[in-house]
């Protein structure tokens, strides 16, 4: 069982950056894939950003959030990293992170353990 905690969220203005973070209880977490996935109110949860735990670390990113957002992970803190640059209000939501242990770019559907959620805010 992998628990996951986020941290980093908060209220941040339009343009502005924050860092979510991830951090697991387990080692093992570096042979798990870890995605971020936010859900603004109304909406569904949507895929954000991933990476992998093979091949150097691997990222793969929603099409919306490339050249502003990067994941990273240091696997000996057991902790996955989101970087959220030039943040706009529509990225507002509570982000959570997941870990699957799938091979390749899973669904969302196959992440196995999820966190509790950080809320982000963007002010305009």
């Known amino acids: 069982q992998v628990q996951l905690e986020e941290s980093g969220g908060g209220l941040a203005q339009a343009g502005g950056s924050l860092r979510l973070s991830c951090t697991a209880s387990?080692?093992?977490?570096?042979?798990?894939?870890v995605g971020w996935f936010r859900q603004a109110p109304g909406k569904e949860r949507e895929f954000v950003a991933a990476?992998?735990?093979?091949?150097?670390?691997?990222?793969y990113y929603a099409d919306s959030e490339t050249g502003r957002f990067t994941i990273s992970r240091d696997n000996t803190k057991n902790t996955v990293y989101l970087q959220m640059n030039n943040l706009k209000p529509e990225d507002t939501a509570v982000y959570y992170c997941?870990?699957?242990?799938?091979?390749?770019?899973?669904?969302?559907?196959?992440?196995?353990?999820w966190g509790q959620g950080t809320q982000v805010t963007v002010s305009s």
């Open positions: 990476i992998s735990w093979s091949g150097g670390g691997k990222t």
């Open positions: 387990e080692r093992t977490f570096s042979s798990y894939t």
């Open positions: 997941a870990a699957s242990s799938a091979i390749g770019w899973p669904p969302q559907a196959d992440y196995r353990y």
